[in-house]
């Protein structure tokens, strides 16, 4: 049975996915949890402590999900592809999700900067600062590479960064703009059919074409 602090925060998500943050009442989601007002606000502190709370539990999920999608890649050795194919599911699945990997915070969500402004919140304590997208993309990155040091070694160190990277920037691209589910025309969050391709000689490749591209003289950055 889920504590009242869990049951605050699936009535807080719940309300999010019909309503935008700033309609969300607190009086409404301690009705949701079947707890008082007064237990909400013991919880979070206030409305902001319970933004803080969703967002922070969010970032937890996805990377629980990291270290599951870890352990299920590993008699394969294709730990890259199966975190790519959870950072694409992940995202789908909850818009503070995508809403991390992306820095997307759409006018429906709670904003972090507000959330971790460090105002006077009542008596919850305060939080770590949320994680930008390439915070979170490194220490997703490093996570994926220290998983696939332990197994059967196949590239250097470098070499594992730059796979894992590349994965999940592709896994990040098809969040940001998302494939067109076939026959409906409609935009969908959808995996692409195969993290196959995503191997060593195809990662080097990409980082090849790349340094040409930019180091270039027929090249302008930006």
């Not at 019909?18 to 989601?29: E, F, G, K, Q, S």
């Not at 730990?79 to 950072?87: G, I, K, N, S």
């Not at 972090?112 to 390439?134: D, K, S």
């Not at 191997?199 to 080097?204: F, K, L, N, R, Y």
């Amino acid at each position: 049975m889920p504590t009242a602090r869990e049951a605050l925060l699936d009535a807080a998500e719940s309300a999010l996915s019909t309503l935008p943050w700033t309609a969300v009442r607190m009086v409404d989601v301690a009705a949701g949890a079947g707890v008082s007002r007064q237990t909400l606000y013991n919880e979070f502190g206030s409305k902001d402590g319970l933004a803080r709370a969703l967002i922070r539990r969010a970032a937890e999920g996805y990377l629980s999900g990291v270290e599951q999608a870890l352990r299920e890649a590993r008699a394969q050795g294709d730990e890259p592809a199966e975190v790519a194919r959870w950072t694409v599911r992940a995202a789908r699945a909850n818009v503070l999700v995508k809403a991390l990997l992306t820095g997307v915070w759409g006018e429906r969500l709670p904003r972090p900067g507000a959330a971790y402004a460090g105002r006077r919140a009542g008596p919850a304590a305060p939080a770590p600062p949320t994680p930008t997208p390439a915070e979170l993309l490194t220490l997703v990155r490093d996570r994926a590479v220290a998983a696939m040091e332990r197994g059967p070694r196949r590239l250097d160190h470098a070499e594992l960064e730059l796979a894992c990277e590349t994965a999940l920037r592709l896994a990040l691209s098809y969040t940001l703009v998302p494939a067109v589910r076939r026959g409906t025309g409609a935009a969908q969050c959808e995996e692409p059919e195969s993290w196959r391709p995503i191997t060593p000689t195809i990662t080097s490749e990409i980082d090849t074409s790349f340094s040409v591209e930019t180091t270039s003289s027929r090249k302008t950055m930006p």
